[in-house]
């Protein structure tokens, strides 16, 4: 079975483009994440979906960030224009029900 | 506001040795704290978890210990092998809302 798929792995841009990210969740699982993990730090949630339904976004800063996960399944995260402090690492993960997350590779965010 | 504080942020143990991750939190809310181990270039995966109802939980090499009333947690790496240098998360979570600790760097020496 093959785990979360996330894509690209790498991504260098200048600031004020756009970026997006794109996440395939495990078959099945109902609940996707975007999780940032900034050097040295550990994974702080952006946004939460329970099928295509954001029921935590609280952490997503609104004014560069949007995210959608169409018909319940893959999820795209989008940050424009991109500042330099967006570099970070963009983690997606996915589970059923309330235990053990399974997370991507991650997309390594170089703003420059 | 960092609800789950873990410590140390990085360790060196010699092979054959113990090492020791601790982590506390605050929210009594929480009912399951996992273990994430990360290697460089890969996401965090899950090691070992372990809910509120029980204060010790053994799988292999790995044991959680977990305090209710001082609201810690720790996790002992028995006869640790350079094959577990890596970053070990600590986490805490209700309901699908997970937090995670800082992260702490352990370095196993042959």
């Known amino acids: 079975e093959a785990g979360v798929v996330q894509s690209p792995r790498y991504k260098i841009i200048e600031k004020k483009q756009p970026v997006a990210f794109w996440c395939n969740p495990i078959?099945?699982?109902?609940?996707l994440y975007w999780y940032r993990q900034n050097l040295g730090q550990g994974p702080e949630l952006l946004i939460r979906y329970e099928n295509e339904e954001a029921v935590d976004d609280s952490q997503l800063p609104k004014d560069r960030f949007s995210a959608e996960r169409l018909k319940g399944v893959d999820s795209t995260l989008k940050i424009q224009p991109a500042e330099l402090g967006d570099s970070a690492v963009y983690l997606c993960?996915?589970?059923?029900?309330?235990?053990?997350?399974?997370f991507g590779s991650g997309t390594r965010l170089t703003v420059v | 506001q960092q609800q789950v504080k873990q410590s140390p942020q990085s360790l060196i143990v010699q092979k054959g040795g113990i090492s020791i991750i601790n982590c506390a939190y605050e929210?009594?809310?929480?009912?399951?704290f996992p273990w994430y181990q990360q290697f460089p270039g890969k996401g965090p995966a899950l090691l070992i978890a372990i809910r509120p109802d029980v204060s010790e939980k053994k799988e292999g090499r790995f044991t959680i210990s977990f305090n209710k009333s001082a609201k810690q947690f720790s996790l002992h790496i028995m006869d640790s092998q350079p094959g577990d240098s890596a970053t070990y998360f600590c986490?805490?979570?209700?309901?699908?809302?997970?937090?995670f600790g800082a992260g702490t760097r352990l370095t196993v020496k042959p």
């Open positions: 986490a805490a979570s209700r309901d699908n809302d997970m937090r």
């Open positions: 078959s099945g699982h109902n609940t």
């Open positions: 929210n009594t809310a929480f009912d399951y």
């Open positions: 993960a996915s589970s059923l029900g309330t235990d053990g997350y399974t």
